[in-house]
């Protein structure tokens, strides 16, 4: 997988460099690109959350996964087996 990316490309040319790379492939770019969005953009200060606020969000997310199935995409399951090897 190589993109030719520059640093002064527009978002709607690297969207359309991932678009023509696979499925598979697609994945782990987003998946690089947000780990170093995370790395880059989010201050480990602004992460941290009151307790009180946790135990909102710990109910908010037992009621979607009491509903919702919880279990990742065999696709993202793939891509995440394929990225493993790679790093």
């Known amino acids: 997988m190589v993109l030719n990316m520059s640093k002064s490309m527009t978002v709607s040319e690297i969207e359309h460099q991932i678009k023509n790379l696979?499925?598979?492939?697609q994945i782990i770019m987003l998946e690089r690109i947000v780990?170093?969005?995370k790395k880059t953009i989010v201050?480990?200060?602004?992460i941290r959350v009151?307790?009180?606020e946790c135990k909102g969000l710990t109910e908010q997310l037992n009621r979607i996964y009491s509903?919702?199935?919880s279990q990742l995409?065999?696709?993202f399951i793939n891509a995440?087996?394929?990225s493993i090897d790679r790093d």
């Open 35 to 37: 780990h170093n969005l």
């Open 67 to 69: 509903d919702e199935e």
């Open 50 to 52: 009151p307790k009180a």
């Open 73 to 75: 995409d065999c696709h």
């Open 22 to 25: 696979p499925q598979a492939d």
């Open 80 to 82: 995440q087996i394929k």
């Open 43 to 46: 201050n480990p200060e602004i």
